[in-house]
DNA sequence: AACCTAGGTGTACGGCGTACACTTGTCAAG
DNA sequence: CTTGACAAGTGTACGCCGTACACCTAGGTT
């Protein structure tokens, strides 16, 4: 990975090389491992040569969100505001699966770059071209939240309660055990759980289809603003 | 801060009294600022010994959040479905409110402790006792996502695009002409920002009510929610 | 009086972000 | 071709972090 010419003549690193490395290293060690030595290492450069393209760490992390936010398809032309928010919706969704350090690391930015006014911006200019008020369409913002870039927060990932190491997956018997308490203890849990209407075999299995539950929402949501919209909403409804 | 009875002798730690601590501590100065020798120093202890009462810094998340959940208000009884989610997710709101740690305390969570699962099994019983099928009770969980606990991620919360130190406050005339250019740049995202129906005098001010915003989401699911209830939703509509 | 043990201590390690002073490589002007 | 300026890259060091591990010590039980 250490990038070199022949000859030991070093190929001159530039921000938008260390930007690359950046999510190229994230999306294959997790964010979490992602340090500025451990990137300055994988570009073949002391740490400190990375504070002459990026002012600290924090606007690594914007720039790496600015390399996302130039995956998301630009809005759909002729369509309508509803397809053309739910398309993007699902394009920002794609590039986030793509990468999975963009969810945290969006969560934690504090300060908008340009291009992620701009995705905003053309993100509000979707409603306001649909006819929206100014006001409905900042509430309708409000309430995706998150949404826009794809991902919402997950409530059940793995039912884990206790505290046990993964390597030796326990075995089926004591599995058994631990669902049944688990159902004794919190039924209503595990009754959602379970009852994901997903026909294969396991008992819990992955649990859900989250692309499903994500599309849900967004359209719950979507058929909401649709209805506020059509009926002329006006502050304080 | 540091506890200590009459004549030196120490009071003993108990786990309990580092939860409380550690949440007294992040009201205080901020979740970001709370580390182990932080927070020993505050019950007057050295570092190491907080590793008697919780295993790692993780566990003391864990038990800060089980802290914040005691806080939310039992389901309200005798009111229907739907108020008494609405009540629930509000007074978790107040919760979180009180607490600015918890909501990135809460987005990182990656195991739920027992009170945890008591928290959410009884927020499912709602909609089970309400008559929501186990199917939509699961996509109704997921729509509500993070606002279960009282939040969403918020978009906009200070649109400083360029980085400027905060202790010079900027005069009113460059204000005034950043303000302009950012009009420029993003109009839209001007518009919905400074038209945000507040009239108080300030060109961008707060800029939007959170708690309006927070509940016009909350009702457009419920409403959301009890349409599809009420036409006895099954999957795939 | 002897012992056990839970609670508290001290030292140390490997990681992190990054300040600061330095050398080196590249290219433009003389 | 030389020179010098400036950007890129280096090396060292600081102060934080979480926590492993060996040790001590006070209280309560036998």
Redesign the pocket.
């Known amino acids: 990975m250490v990038q070199q010419g022949e000859g030991g003549?070093?190929?001159?690193?530039?921000r938008d090389r260390v930007l690359e490395a950046a999510v190229a290293l994230a999306d294959e060690i997790g964010i979490e491992?992602?340090?500025?030595?451990?990137l300055?290492q994988e570009v073949?450069?002391?740490?400190?040569?990375l504070?002459?393209?990026v002012a600290?760490?924090?606007e690594?992390l914007d720039g790496m969100v600015d390399l996302l936010v130039a995956e998301i398809d630009p809005p759909a032309r002729d369509v309508g505001w509803k397809p053309a928010v739910r398309l993007r919706v699902l394009s920002a969704r794609r590039a986030l699966l793509r990468h999975p350090w963009a969810r945290p690391v969006l969560e934690t930015r504090v300060n908008k770059t340009p291009a992620v006014l701009d995705y905003m911006d053309s993100f509000i200019g979707m409603f306001l071209a649909g006819g929206f008020s100014v006001d409905l369409t900042h509430h309708v913002m409000h309430a995706l939240g998150s949404r826009m870039w794809g991902f919402t927060q997950e409530l059940f990932q793995e039912p884990a309660p206790a505290a046990a190491e993964p390597p030796p997956a326990p075995p089926p018997e004591a599995m058994a055990a631990m669902l049944g308490q688990m159902a004794a203890l919190y039924p209503n849990v595990a009754r959602v759980a379970t009852a994901s209407a997903h026909d294969d075999g396991s008992v819990v299995g992955p649990g859900c289809d989250d692309q499903f539950e994500f599309e849900f929402a967004l359209d719950l949501l979507l058929d909401g603003f649709e209805r506020l919209h059509a009926q002329g909403w006006s502050s304080r409804s």
Do not use: C, D, F, W
């Open positions: 003549q070093r190929v001159r690193l530039t491992a992602v340090s500025m030595r451990r300055a073949g450069v002391v740490p400190m040569a504070y002459k393209h600290n760490k924090e690594l």
